[in-house]
């Protein structure tokens, strides 16, 4: 590491402990130390956003640090990165040096500013569905990336590199409710923001009425005075050209005016087609973030989630037995409840897994997962890293006799076979090996907790 990163990387603990780390992410961890020569500290930075930002908010800060960890009198000095390819960049001095407004001067004459930033604008209803919110957007594996990113985006929009927000995925994955939490959270932190969450069908049908009344300036110059745009289902401006055309402006100004753009698709920029290449290009400037199907654990925090919220009382099996055959999206999932309360009310039903069957099998196909003695012998051999012909000899190897005490005893649990069909499929013993081997699988599961736990995890694999 060389003398100018060992010195910025001192400077960064000390900023790192005065600003939130969502601010730290964003606006210093992508800066870079290139020199300290002459009494003048460069830093790399990616854009002259970031310069003007950083000025702004975090130039005191900024300077203390520097004085610290490098010295009184350091001066600083940015090199914007214009081409990452070749690694030229322009060169501009911190505030304090008399030559920065004439080197600013140029990018100050091009940024277009609107004049319906200089008046107080009504107050515009946002359009959000208050109970998509974070609170209950249950965090997993499958929406993590975007998740983080959403309320990355509600603490600072417009401020972080997440501009635009792409998220895709397929229907009922949660695309909405990220997209409308994301609003909720920022009108919660950030009141004075004009937030706006509109459908791509909705701008489409506004921009055909001002095509028709003849108002598309009033149109344009609305959407111009939002702060953060939410635009659900973007695809759906496929073969729209004029649609298409106009909010490519729209997106321009407000991107280039620092207002935070969140737009949502059922698939990814890489592979839409009817939408312009310039448009395409844009939209993968920020973030492009896939909510996948939600996994089986997602799947029950989710039920549990809603489960709790409603105040509704469910056995833990029939929750599992959902959300085990349940697997597309999680509209299916709360629908699924709803059903399931729906029938245990009107026909005055205990909830339990035979309810449940009866109301999943109209939403999906159940196919319940059989068993047989070969299947669970080759799994109690997986767990314990055996193979099947260890299970199957004579030897009096403690782990290997366990394993086939807990596939003899699982066998008899699980399936209808008998004692003696059991016992000869693992390791051709006789139905009195069968009873012994399940009684005492059965006495070491109460009073030996880790064996209990292994028996259990066996059993668990062997339902999926």
């Known amino acids: 590491m060389s003398i100018p990163e060992q010195l910025w990387s001192r400077c960064l603990s000390v900023i790192k402990d005065n600003i939130s780390e969502a601010s730290y992410n964003t606006w210093f961890a992508p800066i870079t130390a290139l020199k300290y020569e002459e009494n003048i500290f460069v830093l790399q930075v990616p854009s002259q956003f970031f310069v003007e930002y950083i000025e702004e908010k975090y130039i005191d800060l900024l300077r203390m640090t520097l004085y610290r960890v490098v010295g009184q009198g350091t001066r600083l000095e940015y090199r914007v990165l214009i081409d990452k390819t070749s690694g030229k960049g322009t060169q501009i001095p911190s505030t304090g040096d008399e030559t920065r407004s004439k080197l600013l001067a140029p990018v100050q004459n091009h940024s277009y500013v609107s004049p319906y930033q200089k008046q107080k604008l009504p107050e515009i209803d946002p359009q959000l569905n208050p109970s998509y919110n974070f609170n209950n957007l249950v965090e997993g594996n499958s929406n993590k990336l975007a998740r983080t990113a959403g309320v990355s985006i509600a603490n600072e929009p417009g401020k972080t590199i997440f501009n635009p927000l792409f998220v895709y995925g397929q229907s009922g994955v949660g695309k909405t409710h990220l997209a409308n939490a994301i609003g909720v959270m920022t009108k919660q932190l950030h009141p004075e923001k004009r937030v706006l969450y509109v459908s791509a069908n909705t701008f489409q049908i506004q921009y055909t009425d001002a095509v028709r009344s003849n108002t598309v300036n009033d149109f344009l110059n609305f959407y111009q005075t939002i702060d953060v745009l939410i635009v659900d289902d973007i695809q759906e401006f496929a073969g729209k050209t004029g649609t298409q ?95 399931l309360l729906a029938h245990s009310t009107l026909a005055d039903m205990p909830i339990n897994i035979d309810l449940a069957e009866k109301v999943v099998s109209r939403i999906v196909k159940v196919t319940r997962k059989v068993n047989t003695v070969e299947s669970i012998r080759d799994a109690v051999c997986d767990y314990f890293s055996l193979s099947v012909d260890a299970i199957s000899t004579k030897s009096r190897k403690r782990e290997v006799v366990q394993a086939r005490q807990i596939a003899m005893y699982l066998s008899k649990q699980l399936t209808k076979n008998s004692l003696s069909s059991i016992g000869f499929t693992i390791g051709q013993r006789d139905h009195a090996t069968v009873l012994h081997a399940c009684k005492i699988v059965t006495d070491l599961m109460e009073i030996d907790k880790s064996f209990r736990n292994s028996v259990h995890e066996i059993e668990e694999i062997l339902k999926h």
Request: hydrophobic residues 40%; proline residues 3%.
């Open 245 to 339: 055309n106009t909010f490519f402006h729209i997106f321009n100004h407000l991107h280039q005016s620092g207002k935070q753009l969140v737009l949502t698709s059922d698939r990814s920029p890489l592979v839409m087609v009817g939408l312009e290449q310039r448009l395409l290009t844009r939209f993968k400037w920020g973030l492009s973030a896939e909510i996948e199907k939600p996994d089986f654990h997602l799947r029950k925090a989710i039920l549990e989630n809603k489960i709790y919220r409603d105040g509704l009382e469910i056995p833990e099996d029939v929750v599992d037995f959902i959300a085990e055959h349940v697997v597309d999206n999680v509209r299916d999932l709360e629908g699924t409840l709803v059903s």
